[in-house]
């Protein structure tokens, strides 16, 4: 692996932060993020030498890769894609003013 990140560091981050035009350090994190995802992914077990290149290989993981961290960045929190709905009832406060002693309970 020492390797791999040796050779690839300085390929991975160009592509970053030319093609997937980020910042320096947000290019320096997501090079970063992308060998650990490779280490603790075992993404490495699925190389074979037959289906092409190692750097077609990489490119591809990295690619997915950084969809998904895209994907992850720009998900809506909380209830993305959902309608929202009103929750204010205009008749809950004329009841509550038409029955300024009664119990709450009762309310």
Do not use: C
């Not at 791999?4 to 320096?24: H, S």
């Not at 960045?73 to 009841?95: H, M, Q, Y």
């Amino acid at each position: 692996m020492a390797q791999i990140v040796t050779r690839y560091w300085k390929p991975v981050y160009a592509f970053i932060r030319m093609g997937w035009k980020q910042g320096n350090e947000d290019a320096k994190d997501l090079t970063q993020e992308f060998f650990i995802f490779l280490m603790e992914e075992n993404t490495l077990q699925t190389v074979d030498p037959a289906r092409g290149r190692f750097r077609n290989f990489l490119k591809t993981v990295l690619r997915n890769f950084l969809a998904g961290e895209h994907r992850k960045s720009n998900r809506v929190k909380r209830g993305g894609g959902t309608r929202r709905i009103s929750l204010n009832f205009p008749e809950a406060d004329l009841e509550i003013s038409a029955a300024p002693s009664a119990d709450p309970e009762e309310v």
